[in-house]
């Protein structure tokens, strides 16, 4: 029997973020009822940093080898430019390594550098690890479709060999300019048009904007989020909504930099709905009271009468669902719950939920198929490549607007700044100008 000494580097890494994950699903399972809420969000969150550096450790020692180990017997092994080379491949490891412990322990009202810098390093880590694993899928490729007859000399093997890690590093430096240029730029403003059955005619052309999956942390801060409301309050909206992923951390931390939410004044209200990040940081109830003190109305498992400023007797129902991850992290009190959330929401007026997820939403329309309009967020547009393909697959719904069914429409925005990495690709911020039409 083979002992845990003798296993690969790749399956002792394997092994212990498989020990990192069970140790995980038993503490929420059978420890959420007997740990305090401070010893508890703490614990989550250790185990969250400890099972993703523990598998990232594979990646680690794949990128050392090819950048690295695979040039040690060149002649230029000696030379003071491998040496410096070998600190910034050690360098730039450590700072990926180091980007999930930011939200432990670097979290204020504006971004600190090192953040940053670490979550920087987190995409391009990304970036290289999938070139790295493309290009040497593409030559083991080529290598059986040429055969063994051709045989080339080691000067040629070796040149080809060293071809792999150099355009993966120019490839990963390029895409990582373009991401970060991308990202740092402010949200498009999107605006759609819906139409919406049974919305009365006097509310004909209401202009609800949606935000989503601001994610303010380690690095998005006070400064991006007042961009974010100058830009709302331009737009003039009826109705604000937030459909989740808005923080990272604890009230407490980030109250500084929520402030600027204080400043949105959309007549009809501002309404808020917890993402999957905020059962993360295990303070929903503190976030909500914050929430409440800037005058956005949390929506949890309720609803509201959205009524016409011209008449009284027209209205709709704004209902709002707890993200779907709280009953996976058994977060007392919460959970999705359609059917309160709903309550005396009847079919014969218009209603539209704020659910964060697009499997929420399909979850809502198999139960109430009379919805006419969800609004939801999540998926970012993948935010950067090649993470894009992973979230189309995973959500039923990906990005923009989708009709389902007669008279229900989905629309899933693509997230108003990122997660973590400060980078995007293939994707774009957004923030949502929604014009309901009545039929």
């Known amino acids: 029997m083979i002992s845990f000494k003798q296993l690969p580097f790749e399956a002792k890494a394997a092994v212990a973020a498989g020990v990192v994950f069970f140790s995980t699903m038993l503490s929420r399972s059978y420890l959420t009822e007997q740990l305090e809420l401070k010893t508890r969000r703490r614990l989550l969150r250790l185990q969250m940093v400890l099972f993703a550096n523990t598998l990232m450790l594979i990646g680690s020692r ?10 040690s017997r060149s002649s230029a092994a000696n030379s003071l430019c491998f040496m410096i080379w070998k ?42 690890i999938f070139f790295l694993f493309t290009l040497g899928s593409v030559e083991q490729a080529f290598k059986f479709l040429a055969g063994r007859g051709a045989k080339a000399g080691s000067v040629n093997k070796n040149s080809r060999r060293a071809m792999k890690p150099i355009l993966s590093v120019m490839l990963t430096v390029v895409l990582t300019i373009v991401g970060l240029l991308n990202a740092s ?40 989020l007042a961009m974010i409301v100058k830009m709302v309050k331009a737009l003039k909206p009826d109705i604000t909504v937030i459909v ?10 980030m109250r500084p930099a929520v402030e600027p939410l204080g400043e949105l004044n959309s007549p009809l209200g501002t309404y808020f709905v917890t993402g999957n990040h905020e ?52 977060y007392s009190g919460h959970g999705m719950d359609l059917k309160k959330a709903l309550r005396d929401c009847g079919s ?31 998926t970012h547009g993948g935010q950067m490549f090649p993470l894009n393909a992973g979230a189309y697959f995973l959500n039923p719904f990906f990005v923009g607007l989708y009709k389902v069914g ?20 293939g994707s774009r911020a957004e923030i949502t100008e929604i014009i309901l039409r009545s039929p």
């Open 62 to 71: 794949h990128i050392w080898r090819s950048t690295v180990t695979m040039f």
């Open 87 to 128: 600190i910034a491949v050690l360098t730039f490891l450590a700072l990926a390594h180091s980007s999930f412990f930011t939200v432990l322990f670097l979290v204020a009202e504006e971004p600190y550098f090192f953040s940053l810098a670490a979550y920087t390093c987190l995409g391009a880590y990304i970036l290289l």
């Open 185 to 224: 730029q402010p949200p498009a403003v999107n605006t759609v048009e819906v139409p919406v059955h049974k919305l009365p005619s006097t509310m004909n052309n209401l202009k609800v904007v949606l935000l989503s999956d601001i994610h303010l942390g380690p690095t998005v801060g006070k400064t991006k």
């Open 244 to 253: 989740g992923d808005l923080t990272d951390s604890e009230a407490k931390i």
């Open 279 to 330: 059962y993360y940081t295990s303070d929903v109830g503190n976030w909500f009271e914050l929430l409440k003190s800037f005058n956005i109305r949390p929506l949890h498992n309720e609803n509201v009468k959205i009524v016409s400023p011209k008449s009284t007797d027209d209205w709709f129902c704004l209902a709002g669902v707890d993200d779907i991850e709280a009953d996976t992290l058994r």
């Open 348 to 378: 014969e007026r218009a209603i539209v939920l704020l659910a964060h997820q697009p499997v929420a939403a399909k979850w809502a329309l198999r139960e109430r198929p009379d919805i006419n309009l969800i609004l939801s967020g999540h």
């Open 406 to 425: 007669q008279n229900t429409f989905v629309y899933v925005s693509p997230g108003t700044m990122y997660f973590g990495i400060p980078m995007r690709l």
